[in-house]
């Protein structure tokens, strides 16, 4: 049997006035994510599934981010501001193209599930022309009721043309819609603007649907799902709905955290099995983290790769870019930028790893710097297997390490080492090969080696 096809329309065009902000609403961020880029992850995918997002003029970054997102999706301009349904007959033409199932979300409802989607698409295969989203509502005031005879949808109430009776009903309307995708422009397009504000609101498809003698329900979910976000205190709100799902999602498969309130987060993040976070650790978007790693307390991870058995922290920042290989660690006070360290690398104290590569094996003494950026333009640095670099270290890019060599601590390195050499900076830089060999020789037996 061929699946049933879908257009789900996102209307996304308000300025969000009322967020206090020179960003559009739709781009402000919940768990790492824009607002838009939650309700685009829910939407339906893969064939037969389109999209297209209703924005507003001059929306340029509104509109990169729908490509950044889902390159499929088509993008309409709302130039007026007339209502709900003036806003989804934007995307006319897309309309028109014919979907079994045509929905209706909108881009400030982050929590919105797939699920719900499904469930909306369920109705209509059972035949509804109509299936609309309720909750029921904490504090109804202000929200459109809900009026329900017999399990079907009869109408919506505003608030204010309610009566004292329908008041008093919790079932509130979240605007979410779906569409018999065969009748929806004809019902659509008979939405009129017989009110004070003369606009056309999607809400008044509920009379069209019973005046065609087809049938309209509801389909109930939680107020938390279809929360709307106009405010920052919303947003808020919001944040700590999505970081109580987050956290329940990450225990239940099977990670440690022993204060799950002070982790923060991000929608994308994967873990692997017995991994432990501690309290008060930041996880922002892109991270993954390997089998068996500890994230210590008060470390701050941004796109960033954590293999198994790795250890970060406390108080590291992993910053965009880097990758940790097994059994790695960063110590206290480290912070990594657009750096690769393999397998068994150690950066414990006090450090800055930036645009480098760490061969496996090797230790970085505390307070040691890659100096990466010269003021002009940012350079790499590469430290090879098994070298050591000793306290203090300023390794001054672009410049190698080699497998295995030894950097005395307080060094300046500003040339490659070969593999296997000394680098001693004592007021003019040294490089002895063999050095590092004699080194460790001496250092087996017991022996303080002469350094230069």
């Not at 202000?142 to 009903?169: P, T």
């Not at 108080?315 to 960063?330: D, F, M, Q, V, W």
Request: overall charge neutral.
């Amino acid at each position: 049997m061929t699946p049933r096809s879908s257009l789900t329309i996102v209307l996304a065009a308000g300025e969000g006035t009322r967020m206090r902000s020179a960003a559009p609403k739709v781009l402000h961020p919940v768990a790492g994510q824009s607002l838009l880029a939650h309700v685009l992850a829910a939407a339906p995918g893969g064939a037969g599934a389109a999209l297209a997002v209703v924005i507003g003029p001059d929306h340029a970054a509104v509109e990169q981010e729908i490509k950044r997102l889902r390159p499929d999706a088509q993008t309409f301009v709302q130039r007026e501001r007339l209502g709900t349904a003036h806003a989804v007959q934007a995307a006319r033409d897309a309309i028109a193209r014919g979907a079994d199932d045509l929905l209706v979300a909108f881009g400030d409802t982050p929590l919105i599930s797939a699920a719900t989607f499904e469930r909306l698409r369920g109705a209509l295969k059972k035949g509804a022309a109509l299936a609309v989203v309720g909750f029921r509502a904490a504090d109804p005031t202000g929200y459109g009721r809900l009026l329900v005879e017999g399990g079907r949808l009869v109408g919506i109430r505003e608030h204010a043309d309610a009566s004292a009776e329908e008041r008093a009903i919790t079932l509130c309307n979240a605007g979410v819609m779906a569409f018999d995708g065969r009748r929806a422009l004809e019902i659509i397009e008979k939405i009129g603007n017989a009110n004070s504000k003369r606009e056309y609101y999607l809400v008044d498809a509920v009379a069209i649907v019973r005046e065609l003698g087809l049938e309209a329900v509801v389909i109930e979910t939680s107020e938390d799902e279809v929360r709307g976000i106009n405010t920052k205190a919303q947003l808020a709100e919001a944040e700590q709905v999505m970081q109580t799902r987050l956290r329940k999602a990450a225990l239940d498969a099977g990670v440690t955290m022993i204060a799950p309130e002070t982790v923060y987060l991000a929608a994308d993040t994967t873990f692997g099995c017995d991994v432990t976070i501690e309290p008060f650790v930041v996880i922002g978007p892109g991270v993954s983290i390997g089998d068996g790693a500890v994230i210590h307390s008060f470390s701050h991870i941004v796109q960033a790769s954590i293999g198994r058995n790795a250890s970060v922290g406390p108080y590291a920042r992993l910053r965009p870019g880097t990758s940790l290989g097994e059994g790695a660690k960063i110590g206290n006070f480290v912070e990594t930028k657009a750096a690769t360290l393999e397998a068994g690398v150690k950066v414990n104290h006090l450090s800055y790893i930036g645009d480098a590569h760490i061969g496996a094996g090797a230790n970085i003494g505390a307070g040691t710097i890659t100096c990466n950026y010269d003021g002009f333009g940012k350079h790499r640095t590469e430290i090879g297997e098994g070298a050591f670099v000793g306290t203090n270290s300023s390794l001054v890019a672009p410049v190698k390490i080699g497998n295995g060599a030894y950097i005395g601590s307080g060094s300046v390195i500003t040339r490659d080492v070969p593999d296997d050499a000394l680098a001693v900076e004592r007021g003019q830089q040294t490089i002895r090969e063999g050095g590092a060999k004699r080194i460790r020789e001496i250092k087996t037996r017991g022996k303080k080696p002469k350094t230069s």
